[in-house]
């Protein structure tokens, strides 16, 4: 059973350009999560969507970031107009489902390194 | 020892020695942490969790240590090995409506001279 997995595992982009970051869940998973990831800081939450739904996108800046997780294929994480702070490791996570009872465990993607000339 | 500063807390220790790992998290409410290991280049890696109600968890080798009080979390290794190098982080979450978003620490890198 393949983990997430995530591509490309690095992408070089031109400022102004775009990012487009690829996340398959885990088989049986239909909860995704984008982090990003700074260079010596933790993880911080981006986006939670379910398929074909954006459930929260509170840590997910309003301009030139997008997210969706379509029925057939993979999450996407779009980023327009790429700027140098934008330069970061970007980490997918998948779960089975959410409950408001338990926790489900979130596993990691391998993480998109992005690098903004 | 352990320093804390502008950069990435780190602790050095010798092979064979036990590790702690210390965390201060954020939220009083939440109830669920997790400690992870991320190696470099990789993503992290699921260790260890603990809920609200416990004090203490033990699994092969590690243990974890919450005191509420204080809101404090600590990740003890027994016997640390080389292999156990890497960057380790704390992560908390609470179960009350939103339980998926996770809450990360800054990290601290454990160093393991053979």
Known sequence: NAGVMQNPRHLVRR??????LRCSPMKGHSHVYWY???PEEGLKFMVYLQKENIIDESGMPKERFSAEFPKEGPSILRIQQVVRGDSAAYFCASSLRTSGISYNEQFFGPGTRLTVL | ?????LHLPTLSVQEGDNSIINCAYSNSASDYF??????????PQFIIDIR???DKRQ????TVLLNKTVKHLSLQIAATQ?????????????SGGSNYKLTFGKGTLLTVNP
């Open chain 2, 34 to 43: 997790i400690w992870y290991k991320q190696e470099s280049g990789k993503g």
């Open chain 2, 1 to 5: 020892g352990e320093s804390v500063g």
């Open chain 1, 15 to 20: 400022r102004g350009q775009e990012a487009r």
């Open chain 2, 82 to 94: 080389p292999g156990d190098s890497a960057v380790y982080f704390c992560a908390e979450t609470y």
């Open chain 1, 36 to 38: 990003r990831q700074l």
């Open chain 2, 52 to 54: 609200s109600n416990m």
């Open chain 2, 59 to 62: 699994g092969q080798r590690v």
